[in-house]
């Protein structure tokens, strides 16, 4: 059972056709990275899967009372407006102060920066303030619209190995979205290549071979799909690096659109 599907989704504004015909489906527990070049209609994608923009046709179902938590692309931080990190996850919602330090031990930040101003955090921290606040409402679905956009490779790739950490820990899905090909979780179970449709669709290593990826991404170094390959100085849960292998050598069919 999909935790959430998109059937033959086509989205329009005004003439022009920015999403056509797209499925997909998300099941719970694994995750699902989608790439596509700028205007490719990834944001339109997440917005539709959120309910927030119309369609011209197609349908999205979710499974009953799923729950979803969303990051977005960035919050924008008025740095006269004083407000603390531990306001802030109350927002809209006060939650106990017993949650909050959970949820932000959860995404690697200790207890003293509640007591921090927003603004005065940098943008990494910040990714990880919004991702601890999306984790209250204990998430079956966790939706990141390029969350790592702005930050530097270090950053970026603590985050994608804080993804992985959160969906081994909680169980949550987790369906993320990005324009930058250099880096990549190999711990993706799926990758989808979107452009205005699907072009194509498997494992990161099977999508970066796939002729549909390479028509639209070019070749050189610069459409190459880099695969981000964490350091193994942590634990892994054994069932689920049994079942995932991460993937690197596995041989599965692309599916093209």
């Known amino acids: 059972m999909a935790l959430i599907s998109a059937e033959n989704v086509t ?3 005004g003439r022009r056709p920015v999403l056509d015909e797209v499925s997909l489906a ?11 070049p700028n205007g490719s209609g990834k944001s339109t994608l997440v917005r539709a899967l959120l309910g927030v923009v119309p369609l011209a046709s197609g ?28 306001r802030f996850l109350s927002l809209p919602l006060r939650v106990n102060d017993g949650k909050a330090m959970t949820a932000l031990e959860r995404v690697g930040l200790g207890a003293e920066i509640s007591g921090l101003q927003l603004a005065s955090l940098s943008g990494g921290q910040v990714q990880r303030v919004l991702l601890a606040r999306a984790l209250l ?16 490779q270090r950053a970026e790739a603590g985050f994608y190995r804080l993804i992985e950490d959160v969906r081994r820990g909680t ?12 880096v990549v979780m190999a711990a993706s179970d799926r990758v989808i290549c979107l452009n205005g449709h699907i072009c194509c669709e498997g494992t990161p290593r099977v999508v970066s071979g796939a002729p549909e990826y390479r028509a639209l991404f070019g070749l050189g170094t610069q459409g190459a ?33």
């Open 11 to 13: 989205v329009r504004y």
């Open 26 to 36: 998300i099941r719970a527990g694994e995750i699902v990275t989608i790439l596509g």
């Open 59 to 86: 349908a999205v179902r979710r499974s009953v009372g799923l729950r979803i938590g969303y990051v977005p692309q960035r919050l924008a931080i008025d740095r006269s407006l004083p407000i603390t990190v531990r």
């Open 137 to 152: 409402s204990d998430p079956q679905l966790l939706i990141l619209d390029e969350p790592t956009q702005g930050l530097d």
């Open 171 to 182: 169980g949550a899905a987790v369906l993320m979205v990005s324009h930058d090909l250099h």
């Open 225 to 257: 799909l880099a695969l981000y390959r964490h350091e193994h100085d942590h634990d892994h849960d054994p069932a689920r690096h049994d079942h995932h292998d991460h993937d690197h050598d596995k041989k599965e069919p692309v599916r093209a659109g």
